[in-house]
T-cell receptor, first 114, second 110 residues
Framework: DTAVSQTPKYLVTQMGNDKSIKCEQNLGHDTMYWYKQDSKKFLKIMFSYNNKELIINETVPNRFSPKSPDKAHLNLHINSLELGDSAVYFC?????????????FGSGTRLTVV | QKEVEQNSGPLSVPEGAIASLNCTYSDRGSQSFFWYRQYSGKSPELIMSIYSNGDKEDGRFTAQLNKASQYVSLLIRDSQPSDSATYLCAVNRGNTPLVFGKGTRLSVIA
């Protein structure tokens, strides 16, 4: 059973298109995140949700819109894709009151904008 | 701006040797410290977490924390070729999201 699953694994699309990435966790965690990993492997926080409420929104263009229908799901919709959006996007989850457990990451979505 | 600094490497060690990976952080209020391993094309996986000054051992891995020096390290004893990966240091304060370093690439030579 996959703990944190992301779909799709690969996404190739043209500039200007709109795309979505989905994330689901079956760990019973209450907090979920989107991280972006660039070509130099730098993982940067984008959004943080706790019990489907947005609690952290880092400096991310408003073309990126996360949605959490429930605490087990966190989706990311990206409008008007740009070349610079090409990266690997990771979903992660944790229990807010159990920081010692760290985060569990999904397998990532490699987005390529051409 | 909270920062986590790591030497990008590559750090090359012979098989069986001790690999030493280092990390410094800028936020003196940081409370939780983590080491993640990331193989090429894969997602980060948690190796160790540490909260108190001193050493914490788990199998071949030892994490060391010195809050006064704002320094955390990871030692890998008896390094194996399968340990070759990028090692990411991450810190946070309370419930804030983890801040990651850029990672150190480790290469264990057989």
């Amino acid at each position: 059973d996959t703990a944190v699953s992301q779909t799709p694994k690969y996404l190739v699309t043209q500039m200007g298109n709109d795309k979505s990435i989905k994330c689901e966790q079956n760990l019973g965690h209450d907090t979920m995140y989107w991280y972006k990993q660039d070509s130099k492997k730098f993982l940067k926080i984008m959004f943080s949700y706790n019990n489907k409420e947005l609690i952290i929104n880092e400096t991310v263009p408003n073309r990126f819109s996360p949605k959490s229908p429930d605490k087990a799901h966190l989706n990311l919709h990206i409008n008007s894709l740009e070349l610079g959006d090409s990266a690997v996007y990771f979903c992660a989850s944790t229990l807010r009151d159990r920081p010692i457990y760290g985060y569990t990451f999904g397998s990532g979505t490699r987005l390529t904008v051409v | 701006q909270k920062e986590v600094e790591q030497n990008s490497g590559p750090l090359s060690v012979p098989e069986g040797a001790i690999a030493s990976l280092n990390c410094t952080y800028s936020d003196r209020g940081s409370q939780s410290f983590f080491w993640y391993r990331q193989y090429s094309g894969k997602s980060p996986e948690l190796i160790m977490s540490i909260y108190s000054n001193g050493d914490k051992e788990d199998g071949r891995f030892t994490a060391q924390l010195n809050k006064a020096s704002q320094y955390v390290s990871l030692l890998i004893r008896d390094s194996q070729p399968s340990d070759s990966a990028t090692y990411l240091c991450a810190v946070n304060r309370g419930n804030t999201p983890l801040v990651f370093g850029k990672g150190t690439r480790l290469s264990v030579i057989a």
